[in-house]
């Protein structure tokens, strides 16, 4: 079965920056696009970057763009997510996600597998 487990995250000072990663198993990894979201205590989830299957195209929240980076390894299986310059508003769980159609997409409700997810925590 398909599993995405992500790693990396934990608590940093404002300004700093972490950088998350998402191993995927049982898929064909290099046939999927792959996205990361994010949800806050008390807040609907959204949506952070999406890579397509070669990662020629990336595609970036307003809130985080020029901040995060999304990349992906497919050889490795393996998605990731530098993220710089991190804000208390960046807080939060992050998943990492796939589905079933071989395009990306910027809405969760079209992701058909995710992982269990991340805390990233931002002091200031």
């Known amino acids: 079965q398909v599993q995405l487990v992500e790693s990396g995250g934990g608590s940093v000072q404002a300004g700093g920056s972490l950088r998350l990663s998402c191993a995927a198993s049982?898929?064909?990894?290099?046939?999927?696009?792959m996205g990361w979201f994010r949800q806050a205590p008390g807040k609907e989830r959204e949506f952070v970057a999406a890579?397509?299957?070669?990662?020629?195209?990336?595609y970036y929240a307003a809130s985080v763009k020029g901040r995060f980076t999304i990349s992906r390894d497919n050889a490795e299986n393996t998605v990731y997510l530098q993220m710089n310059s991190l804000r208390p508003e960046d807080t939060a769980v992050y998943y990492c996600?796939?589905?079933?159609?071989?395009?990306?997409?910027?809405?969760?409700?079209?992701?058909?597998?995710w992982g269990q997810g991340t805390q990233v925590t931002v002091s200031s």
């Open positions: 996600a796939t589905r079933r159609g071989v395009y990306h997409s910027i809405q969760g409700n079209d992701y058909d597998y």
């Open positions: 890579i397509t299957r070669s990662g020629g195209l990336t």
């Open positions: 049982g898929l064909a990894f290099s046939n999927k696009a």
